[in-house]
């Protein structure tokens, strides 16, 4: 048994992978937290795939794909805010437009290269096996800085999660705080994207702090519990994807979403058990 779980972390690239997949899960654990507090799931799924042009276009010019990525981010937070702030439209129908134009304009940049199914393919689910020491280094450097943001942030980002009203009256600037986070957001994407790809990278940043949420209120208990499921989904999908021969980006991603569903069912389990309790105790005790 414990061969099974040694044998694939043997192997340097095995170790990159798992390094990058626990620091991404710490990262993403963080900022997916008020994430997923403050109902902001598709403003970041959006982001998730706002990124893709810059990466494209990137990696056509032979660029540096994390400038693309972050340019793209930041193109995609400013359309939104100006499309709900000089329009009628809602922030839903912004960021929705703003999703699949990006969407759109970067697949079609891809379909540009020469090897158009690979290079998707790559940008959009990752290459994880691929992972190289200074990619491994990036990914450390965004979670430092994330982890020391949360910290300096923490009281207004906890505000704003609660009433953006009261961030105001006490002074937080909310709007600053606002950006903050979703800049938090992009560069968490932006950095563990060569990992997990575009597509799957926003099941790290809501899928373990939602599982979190179902257990816990207190946002620093939510912080650690969504990282140890994270850090579970990480080793375990890589394990299955080592022996099995599947994907390692899409059964980690896979492993996260169920992890919420099994416990949201067991959670639900107990609920039921104990009403049941509640609703014959008096009768037992007459």
Same mark, same amino acid.
């Not at 626990?22 to 990262?27: G, I, K």
């Not at 932006?190 to 949420?213: C, K, N």
């Given at each position: 048994?414990?061969e099974?779980?040694?044998?694939?972390?043997?192997?340097?690239?095995? /170790?990159?992978?798992?390094?990058?997949?626990?620091?991404?899960?710490?990262?993403? !654990?963080? #900022?997916g937290?008020?994430?997923?507090?403050? +109902?902001?799931?598709?403003?970041?799924?959006?982001?998730?795939?706002?990124? $893709?042009? +810059?990466?494209?276009?990137?990696?056509?010019?032979? +660029?540096?794909?994390?400038?693309g990525?972050?340019?793209?981010?930041?193109?995609? #937070?400013?359309?939104?805010?100006v499309? !709900? =702030? /000089?329009?009628?439209?809602?922030?839903?129908?912004?960021?929705?437009?703003?999703?699949?134009?990006?969407? &759109?304009?970067?697949?079609?940049? #891809?379909?540009?290269?020469g090897?158009?199914?690979?290079?998707?393919?790559?940008?959009?689910?990752?290459?994880? $096996?691929?992972?190289?020491?200074?990619?491994?280094?990036?990914?450390?450097?965004?979670?430092?800085?994330?982890?020391? %943001?949360?910290?300096?942030?923490? @009281?207004?980002?906890?505000?704003?999660?609660?009433?953006?009203?009261?961030?105001?009256?006490?002074? $937080?600037?909310?709007g600053?705080?606002?950006l903050?986070?979703?800049?938090? *957001?992009?560069?968490? #994407?932006? !950095?563990?994207?060569?990992? *997990?790809?575009?597509?799957l990278?926003?099941?790290?940043? *809501? &899928?373990?702090? =939602?599982?979190? =949420?179902?257990?816990?209120?207190?946002?620093?208990?939510?912080?650690?519990?969504?990282?140890?499921?994270?850090?579970?989904?990480?080793?375990?999908?890589?394990?299955?994807?080592?022996?099995?021969?599947?994907?390692?980006?899409?059964?980690?991603? +896979?492993?996260? %979403?169920?992890?919420f569903?099994?416990?949201?069912?067991? /959670?639900?389990? $107990?609920?039921?058990? @104990?009403?049941? /309790?509640? @609703?014959?105790?008096?009768?037992?005790?007459?």
């Amino acid at each position: 048994m414990l061969e099974l779980i040694s044998e694939p972390f043997a192997y340097g690239f095995m /170790r990159n992978t798992l390094m990058a997949g626990l620091l991404t899960v710490v990262a993403s !654990s963080l #900022i997916g937290t008020w994430v997923v507090m403050r +109902g902001m799931s598709f403003m970041g799924d959006a982001l998730a795939h706002g990124v $893709l042009p +810059g990466i494209a276009i990137a990696y056509v010019l032979g +660029g540096n794909l994390l400038v693309g990525a972050a340019i793209s981010a930041a193109v995609m #937070i400013g359309g939104v805010s100006v499309a !709900s =702030a /000089r329009s009628r439209l809602g922030d839903d129908t912004a960021i929705g437009l703003l999703f699949v134009g990006m969407l &759109a304009l970067g697949v079609a940049v #891809i379909s540009r290269s020469g090897a158009y199914a690979g290079d998707l393919t790559t940008i959009l689910f990752g290459s994880p $096996l691929g992972v190289t020491s200074d990619q491994v280094r990036t990914v450390a450097q965004a979670t430092a800085v994330t982890v020391v %943001v949360t910290i300096a942030m923490y @009281r207004p980002f906890l505000v704003l999660s609660f009433s953006r009203a009261k961030a105001e009256v006490l002074g $937080l600037r909310p709007g600053l705080t606002h950006l903050v986070m979703l800049a938090l *957001v992009a560069m968490v #994407i932006i !950095s563990s994207f060569r990992a *997990v790809g575009t597509m799957l990278v926003f099941a790290f940043i *809501v &899928a373990p702090p =939602a599982t979190a =949420a179902l257990v816990s209120r207190r946002v620093p208990v939510m912080m650690g519990v969504a990282m140890f499921i994270g850090a579970l989904g990480v080793i375990a999908g890589l394990l299955l994807s080592f022996h099995l021969g599947l994907a390692a980006a899409p059964t980690i991603a +896979g492993l996260t %979403v169920a992890a919420f569903f099994v416990v949201l069912a067991v /959670r639900e389990s $107990l609920d039921r058990a @104990r009403t049941w /309790r509640h @609703r014959h105790a008096p009768a037992a005790a007459g």
